[in-house]
């Protein structure tokens, strides 16, 4: 962390100002013995003018040795009158301090002699004027003077300042006295200050050095002297010396410096990046034209220095150095920022098509430019801005009409941008949102890329609740950077962990899930089908994998075997014989809970009976006629049964291939229709009208009466499974 204070050293000399001062330091030294001599070391806020005052004392003691050879004496006095809350003791403090910088040189009779005429002239002298007003002083006989030299009659201002001169002269003492931050007094200290330095102290072989914003003590001077304020600003300072302004050269070399030390503080190899392409976007982000002195790169560097302990993972290290500046310099469009995410996150597809003719690309950039317009006004406008701007958010300067949007969200999810909708708040906050996804929480996930049960373990540990549902679509943009060694555990890992990861809801288990695309994205490492198939099943047999997503894989890789039925099979995914083996497995784990725990009484016990039915052998279909028959006898079973044969078709969905997929169950594949009438006309005859499912059952048994159907009392013939 940088603390915003004046160096003292010319080792902490990062401007090159050092040889400057040395050379002020010795023209102080050879200016003559007549009249005092006012220095201004001029410059605005941030310009460095302390260090500088700083620099040049230094340099002045380096000369004192030197200096005093010859029997003379240097003094550095540093008064300091912003220190001072009431105006009315400003003078009287002056004249202290420099009492005091005196007694310090030696308790000789020529400093006492000083001491005693500058105390009672600190008592003697008050300020008196409104404020606003050139400051006049009331100077009174001062008996303390007459008192102290033995004095019949009072002395008057003029001859305790002709004490003070003579001995100045006498002691051959050079005094060279440090007044900054002028500019930090208000009109009327300001004017006190000017007038102190120009009548009232204006001692022989006294050097003042005074440190100000010139444009400040021009108005302060002017509002006393309307009209007069720069030629009496320019009548006092007989040496001006206003500082360079720093260079864009000046600027870079402290930005880069400083990112470095900070960098290298959360072993970040900042030499490494600087060679990236990356990085060479860095002169894009036009920090050394923006800054124009240092105090806004220390704010930047102590802010990144603070944002790297919690993000250094989490974050495009080029976008939070870009992000940080911004807040800095233009803390308003920063605020729009953040408010107005949508226009700088990187599209989603649907929003700017991907397939937008040459007649409409402009139509369409345009009306993007003119909303970034109405948001930040002239700051969009400005060169600096626009560029930044473009730097962080790619969108603000891309066409996207023949891009892949997806492919460019991916990057931005992967690189950790800013412009990803994923990452956008940490840029903001400084911070992650407990349980936030992020490619360091991946990175710490797959630590040790072969032991599948440590990545589960990891997993389930670091992967927030409220994230789940999230986590296998972050984690899917990641899976092509994967190491093959690192695709079979992590798919094991993530069967594994699928249970806790999604609690059981087999209606969501039909939809083609994230969980379906991070399967399919990992086996898709693999390039030829017995490799992805080998791969499914040895990670399906050592995870266990949940019943739901087992369910929502088999399904959708039947779908796709039914859909690629005219290509040739080895264009599939998996073969025939993996897919079988999918679908027994899937089979075995529905028997095995209908038999145990039963099925739920929810949705997904119509998604388990049909999955039962379709892909079960013979012998399976044994089992869920008995299950149906069984279940069929509650109200509970009667609903389920109901549900799944004679409602709307529950597996009315589109599949990853855009194709409309509905699935009728038929009720002789569950139960007798005989048997199932029986209990619907008793369910009805024990219900209102109003019970659930009572109009479904009421139409069943209407449509049966119209047909007079002969309903058989053995079981069906037809076997419903592929």
């Not at 206003?242 to 410096?257: C, N, T």
């Amino acid at each position: 962390m940088r603390i915003d204070e004046a160096i003292k050293e010319p080792k902490e000399d990062l401007l090159d100002r050092a040889p400057l001062a040395e050379r002020l330091a010795a023209a102080v030294l050879a200016a003559g013995e007549g009249a005092s001599l006012v220095v201004g070391v001029t410059g605005a806020w941030g310009t460095g003018k302390s260090s500088f005052l700083n620099l040049l004392k230094g340099s002045l003691k380096e000369k004192k040795e030197a200096f005093e050879k010859d029997g003379k004496k240097l003094a550095l006095l540093e008064f300091q009158p912003w220190h001072y809350a009431n105006q009315d003791q400003l003078i009287e403090q002056f004249f202290r301090a420099f009492r005091a910088g005196v007694l310090k040189q030696g308790e000789g009779e020529s400093n006492q002699k000083i001491a005693k005429l500058l105390e009672a002239l600190s008592v003697a002298v008050k300020p008196l004027g409104e404020s606003h007003s050139l400051v006049k002083l009331a100077i009174s006989g001062i008996k303390g003077l007459s008192k102290a030299f033995g004095a019949q009659e009072p002395l008057s201002v003029e001859a305790a300042k002709a004490g003070i001169a003579s001995a100045i002269r006498d002691n051959k003492l050079k005094l060279v006295i440090f007044i900054d931050e002028l500019d930090r007094l208000n009109f009327t200290e300001i004017n006190q200050m000017f007038q102190l330095v120009k009548s009232l102290a204006d001692f022989p072989n006294t050097v003042y050095v005074l440190g100000f914003d010139r444009e400040v003590i021009e108005q302060a001077l002017e509002s006393s002297q309307p009209g007069f304020g720069k030629g009496y600003l320019d009548k006092i300072i007989q040496m001006p010396f206003p500082l360079p302004a720093l260079g864009r050269v000046q600027i870079d070399k402290f930005l880069r410096d400083g990112l470095q030390a900070t960098c290298k503080s959360h072993q970040i190899d900042l030499e490494k990046l600087w060679q990236t392409e990356r990085f060479d976007s860095y002169d894009s982000l036009q920090l050394d034209r923006q800054f124009k002195t240092l105090r806004g790169p220390i704010k930047l560097l102590n802010r990144l220095d603070f944002a790297l302990g919690a993000l250094r993972e989490e974050v495009d290290l080029l976008d939070l150095i870009g992000i940080l500046a911004l807040e800095i310099l233009v803390p308003e469009v920063h605020a729009k920022i953040q408010e107005h995410p949508e226009l700088f996150w990187e599209p989603v597809r649907g929003e700017w098509e991907t397939q937008l003719s040459y007649n409409e690309v402009e139509p369409e950039t345009t009306r993007y430019q003119t909303n970034l317009i109405d948001l930040l006004g002239s700051n969009f406008r400005k060169e600096t801005n626009y560029f930044s701007l473009a730097e962080l958010f790619p969108r603000i300067s891309s066409d996207y009409s023949f891009q892949d949007i997806s492919s460019r969200r991916k990057e931005a999810i992967q690189n950790n941008r800013i412009s990803a909708p994923e990452h956008f708040n940490a840029y903001f906050n400084l911070s992650l949102s407990p349980g936030q996804l992020t490619s360091g929480l991946v990175s710490r996930i797959l630590e040790d890329g072969k032991d599948w049960e440590g990545i589960t373990e990891r997993m389930l540990q670091l992967v927030a609740p409220q994230r789940y549902t999230d986590f296998p679509n972050f984690l899917l943009d990641f899976v092509d950077q994967l190491p093959m060694e690192s695709v079979e555990p992590l798919l094991k890992a993530f069967l594994k962990a699928s249970e806790t990861l999604f609690p059981t809801r087999f209606d969501e288990g039909w939809t083609y899930s994230s969980g379906d695309r991070l399967v399919l994205g990992l086996l898709k490492r693999e390039k030829d089908q017995k490799s992805r198939s080998d791969l499914l099943l040895r990670s399906i047999n050592s995870a266990k994998v949940e019943l739901s997503l087992l369910i929502s894989l088999t399904r959708d890789f039947a779908l796709e075997e039914k859909e690629a039925s005219n290509r040739p099979v080895e264009e599939r995914t998996l073969s025939p014989s993996a897919l079988k083996e999918i679908k027994r497995i899937a089979i075995q784990k529905i028997s095995e809970l209908a038999q145990s725990d039963g099925f739920p009484t929810d949705f997904g016990a119509q998604v388990l009976i049909w999955s039962w039915a379709k892909w079960g052998d013979d012998q399976e279909q044994d089992k869920l006629r008995e299950y149906c028959l069984k279940t069929v006898q509650t109200e509970v079973g009667l609903s389920l049964i109901a549900n799944c044969s004679l409602g709307q078709p529950i597996f009315d969905r589109t599949d990853r291939f855009g194709t409309r997929q509905i699935e009728d169950g038929k009720l002789e594949s569950f139960v007798p229709p005989a048997v199932f009438l029986e209990r619907a006309q008793a369910y009805l005859d024990s219900h209102e009208p109003t019970a659930p499912d009572y109009v479904l059952l009421q139409d069943y048994v209407d449509r049966a009466g119209q047909k007079q159907l002969n309903l058989p009392q053995n079981t069906p013939s037809a076997s419903p499974h592929p």
